[in-house]
């Protein structure tokens, strides 16, 4: 058993950012400080979970669709005594019923340590009727459930792609080539209608953005339907450009998460470098408002996490998590765990990472159905937190968890399991995490 580290609370401090005029970043009055544990429990992995099976290589994504019946699985992992380096793409689809696997595994026709066509991002859009998939060489995929009537003949099949590359035109080149992925996330919206894909773009010609110079970083907004044929809705789905959300970035890592809030009305994102939370609007794509990280913290805080102007830059791990009401935002930015609140367009309280070694690889937030808990990835570790008040109940050491992508972390929709990706990818009881957390539940 290990001591809970110190927590702490925002209180009476009046907050203020840059942010568009009308717009105002107000202080949140914490209160007085939340009670916490005397211990904190501390687990393994396999003393409280089960290895995913069927799983060959890395999961950078794992995702439930809404009706939580499917769980999908994507990454990819080295051909098996390649002299070449040849890659394979792996999708894994489990029916969670009985969690028996389907694989699709393909070649990847590119060699080296990095091939194009890797699958890096997933999200069930429509119903749960469609899977979209975003490889590294910017190709949006979507995948299709065509069977209706017997579920164990239902298979995901590729039904389209989109060149993202190929969407940005201007008139000297009259196409804008994307070079690199963004390891943001691609989410998808509450009522799965919309996504927001990250973009990350470095062509010096990005005239048709309103830039002659440096790189771009984008967050673009697709709406998914079902395509009209005579007024008869016909099978397959149908990609709509919507919105660009535009920042200005010089590095991929520079857009480090972003999550739909309020319903799917607003889309939140959060940067690497100034690490300030923006809020646009989805029916627009314009900036509504914005506040940095570090607003209203201590100044032992800010300089012990590194937030201050001279290390904030040094910060490269980082995610976002909004409750299911839509009016809580979760921002994880190296060791320090942040609550926001939309509504009152305010800060509520925050906490320092109960890990005593410095932050490696990515964090990764995830809320549970109920909002009365949030989950992170974080060193190796699975930390399991209430969030009212915002404090560490358990901790999990996870085995071979060297985490590099934001949506390696899922729960379902009712709540009862939560799913860890990477190498050795995991299914968890969350009654059985709650219970060796000492936690009692009705």
Not at 121 to 137: I, K, P, Q, R, S
Not at 407 to 421: D, Q, R, S, Y
């Amino acid at each position: 058993m290990s001591r809970v580290q110190h927590f702490e609370r925002l209180s009476g401090r009046l907050l203020y950012a840059a942010i568009p005029i009308g717009c105002l970043c107000i202080g949140a009055r914490g209160g007085e400080e939340a009670s916490q544990p005397e211990e904190l429990p501390v687990c393994k992995a396999h003393e409280v979970s089960v290895v995913l099976p069927e799983v060959k290589g890395q999961l950078h994504a794992v995702a439930f669709s809404p009706d939580g019946e499917w769980l999908v699985g994507v990454g990819s992992y080295p051909l098996p005594k390649s002299g070449t380096r040849r890659w394979l793409a792996e999708h894994i689809f489990w029916n969670t019923t009985d969690w028996e696997a389907t694989r699709d595994v393909s070649l990847l026709p590119d060699r080296g340590p990095d091939p194009a066509g890797g699958p890096l991002h997933a999200a069930f859009v429509g119903e749960g009727t469609w899977l979209a998939v975003l490889t590294n060489d910017h190709q949006l995929q979507l995948f299709e459930n065509r069977a209706t009537r017997r579920r164990r003949e239902r298979r995901w099949t590729l039904q389209m792609s989109v060149d993202l590359a190929a969407v940005y035109t201007n008139k000297s080149t009259n196409r804008l080539r994307v070079r690199y992925y963004s390891w943001a996330p691609m989410r998808s919206s509450p009522n799965h209608a919309w996504l927001a894909v990250p973009i990350h773009d470095v062509d010096r010609r990005a005239g048709a953005l309103g830039r002659s110079q440096s790189a771009v970083g984008l967050v673009e907004l697709w709406e998914v339907a079902a395509a009209q044929t005579s007024g008869a809705t016909k099978a397959g789905p149908e990609l709509l450009r919507r919105h660009t959300l535009k920042h200005a970035f010089v590095k991929p890592t520079d857009l480090l998460s972003l999550t739909f809030a309020a319903g799917g009305r607003r889309v939140v994102t959060l940067s690497q470098g100034d690490l300030v939370l923006r809020i646009w609007s989805s029916e627009t794509g314009e900036l509504l408002q914005s506040c940095a990280v570090d607003r209203g913290l201590p100044a032992e805080v800010v300089t012990s996490e590194g937030l201050d102007d001279v290390h904030r830059r040094d910060i490269l791990d980082g995610d976002l998590a909004v409750s299911p009401s839509g009016t809580t935002v979760a921002v994880a930015v190296g060791g320090l765990l942040r609550l926001f609140d939309l509504e009152g367009f305010r800060w509520k309280s925050f906490h320092r990472s109960v890990s005593a070694q410095p932050s490696s690889g990515s964090v990764v937030l995830a809320f549970h159905p109920s909002g009365d808990w949030l989950l992170q990835i974080a060193n190796g570790q699975l930390v399991l937190f209430s969030v009212s008040p915002l404090e560490p109940r358990l901790v999990v050491q996870l085995d071979r968890v060297r985490v590099w992508h934001p949506e390696m972390l899922a729960v379902a929709p009712n709540g009862k399991t939560v799913i860890t990706g990477g190498y050795q990818p995991r299914r968890w009881s969350f009654d059985s995490l709650l219970a060796t957390a000492g936690v009692q539940t009705p």
